[in-house]
């Protein structure tokens, strides 16, 4: 058998890999652009950052290097252009010699993935404008900022490539601005009110986030000197271009592969309309694992774990990729963010009785130094009481607890499947109560009624208007609130009336659950606890009269 792969980084290589694993005799050859196969895309901000040395680190195998591993042909600076199917064959140019040639298949993969966005505005073509795809566009951000040409940059884009990018810079004591057309950054990663977090922990860390703004141009007379936005011209000795991804697949166009939106339609199989060819990674499009929708999901995850399905697949195989939940994870300036499955509003339009809290919760032993705290967002329906999605904010190990949320999602557990779950434990990792069973707990008090609240999202809306702000911390923290100690509640609070509307406020959330647990004793009727306390939402402190 003899299979084509087009494109040599994560998708083409692991299908290669694994493919020559499963049937050593399939003669497997690949066809990709460039000088470097089996690059680490994934590692490009952190050589940015010095944190990866050399160059040599971000690419996993030379070319020679992997075809003696695998058994499996590589030729680079070989760009496919057109793909014959009635001929099974595609034509290809070598991008040194302009030279056309045509290779013939069986089975032909496209793991051709994708590239930046380049938008139409004067002054991309000046120096110092970069963009982060590939190993070459690292080592060059990198000598500008060594050779100290840059000082200052603008990142235009606040989803995950963008934000690490300006923490790398950052890092290296360059002055960065993210800007982002949409109204918070990490969109479609985060709910709103996560994302705003995040803004505010970034220009803590000196990344001052601008959104809402859109990229007019980019100025300058032979290098970038400032970056025209909607809102103002801002100075700038850089500028990267982080607003997304297209798939590379214009060559596709006339042959009569089913695309959507550029993305190429697969099947479970990993198979498009054609069933000898065969489609993966940012090329293509896959489902959502929940809903069973169509989705995007340019990752290296994904890349490679549908890559192995469908290596088995063209081996002879007959197995069904189950599809993604949006899993993502990163490590920004001074803060992890990491997310999976549905977040609020897709869940809503899913059709889903949406239930939500957001919990403030230890992530190690609170005594053991270093210790942090997780700030977690929990979506379930409330229907079924199945976990839909998750979002994580953390100091580190938030991946922990996404994973978790993942293998439960995944296997469509309920809310009580995963309360008493036997995690582990010990001061240096956790708490006794995993932070994402406590999580789950609080979720449950929430659907029983026992916890009643108002979350980020609806105080930031306005829900709290009519309720008297109550402090519910340990110590007064809250000028102008009416304080309430919980170790001396013992019945009903002078200046509190039971019919009154009261928002419980404590640092976290969790005393002041405890304090309307006591008040619903001694009959007050109206309470609500605000999630995530003073330190999710800091703006109440302005908010008390
Ligand atoms: C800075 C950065 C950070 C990232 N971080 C993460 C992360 O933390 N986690 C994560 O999961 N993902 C991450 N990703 C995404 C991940 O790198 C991509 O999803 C992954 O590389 C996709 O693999 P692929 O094989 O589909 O495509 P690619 O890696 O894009 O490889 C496709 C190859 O095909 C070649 N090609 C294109 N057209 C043709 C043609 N016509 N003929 C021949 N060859 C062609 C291309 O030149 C390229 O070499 C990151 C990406 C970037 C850029």
Not at 157 to 175: C, H, Q, R, S, T
Not at 226 to 239: G, H, Y
Request: charged share 25%; with cysteine; net charge negative.
């Amino acid at each position: 058998m003899k299979v084509l792969i087009v494109g040599g980084v994560a998708a083409g290589t692991k299908i290669a890999a694994k493919l020559k694993r499963e049937d050593r005799s399939a003669e497997v050859t690949i066809l990709t652009k460039g000088k470097d196969i089996s690059y680490a895309g994934c590692g490009l901000p952190y050589y940015v950052g010095d944190i990866i040395k050399e160059r040599k680190d971000l690419v996993v195998n030379t070319p020679e290097a992997f075809s003696k591993l695998t058994g499996a042909s590589v030729f680079t600076h070989t760009e496919v252009t057109h793909v014959n199917r009635e001929a099974k064959n595609v034509e290809a140019r070598d991008e040194e010699t302009g030279k056309i040639s045509t290779y013939t298949y069986d089975k032909l993969v496209i793991a051709t993935g994708a590239s930046p966005f380049l938008p139409d505005c004067e002054g991309t073509n000046l120096k110092n404008v970069f963009v982060m795809r590939t190993p070459d566009d690292a080592v060059a951000l990198r000598e500008a900022v060594d050779a100290g040409e840059i000082k200052r940059a603008v990142v235009v884009g606040g989803g995950f490539i963008g934000l690490e990018v300006a923490e790398n810079l950052n890092a290296k004591d360059v002055k960065v601005s993210v800007i982002d057309f949409a109204p918070h950054i990490l969109p479609g990663f985060f709910d709103p009110e996560f994302s705003a977090y995040t803004e505010d922990k970034l220009a803590d860390h000196g990344i001052m986030c601008f959104t809402g703004v859109a990229l007019e141009s980019i100025i300058g007379t032979d290098k970038v000197e400032k970056v025209k936005t909607s809102r103002r011209a801002m100075k700038a000795d850089a500028c990267i271009l982080a607003m997304g991804v297209r798939p590379n697949t214009a060559f596709l166009n006339d042959s009569g592969i089913e695309m959507f939106k550029g993305t190429v339609i697969t099947n479970q199989y990993l198979q498009t309309n054609d069933p000898d060819i065969y489609a993966v990674g940012d090329c293509a499009m896959v489902t959502n694992r929940v809903t069973g929708d169509a989705q995007w999901s340019p990752m290296g995850s994904t890349a490679n774990i549908a890559g192995r399905i469908a290596a088995m697949n063209l081996a002879g195989k007959e197995i069904a990729y189950p599809g993604v939940l949006g899993t993502g994870v990163a490590k920004l300036a001074g803060i992890c963010v990491g997310r999976t499955g549905l977040n609020e509003k897709p869940a809503k339009d899913a059709g889903y009785d949406v239930e939500t809290v957001v919990t403030v919760v230890d992530d190690k032993a609170h005594y053991y130094p270093g210790s942090g705290s997780f700030i977690i967002k929990m979506i379930a329906d409330r229907a079924s009481h199945k976990l839909l999605g998750i979002q994580v904010l953390g100091n580190e190990s938030v991946d922990k607890v996404v994973d978790i949320a993942v293998t439960a999602i995944s296997m469509k557990a309920t809310l009580e499947d995963l309360q008493s779950m036997d995690f582990a434990y010990a001061p240096p990792f956790s708490t006794a109560i995993h932070p994402f069973a406590h999580t789950v707990n609080v979720m449950l008090n929430k659907l029983s009624g026992a916890f009643e609240t108002i979350t980020p999202a609806e105080y930031a809306a306005g829900a709290a208007e009519d309720y008297k702000i109550v402090d519910s911390a340990i110590n007064p923290t809250i000028k102008g609130a009416p304080f309430i100690d919980l170790t001396k509640l013992e019945g009903p609070v002078e200046g509190l009336g039971k019919e009154e509307k009261l928002l419980l406020v404590c640092a976290k959330g969790k005393r002041a659950y405890m304090v309307q647990n006591r008040l619903k004793h001694f009959g007050y009727t109206q309470t609500k606890v605000l999630e995530g306390g003073v330190t999710f939402n800091t703006s109440v402190y302005d908010d008390v009269e």
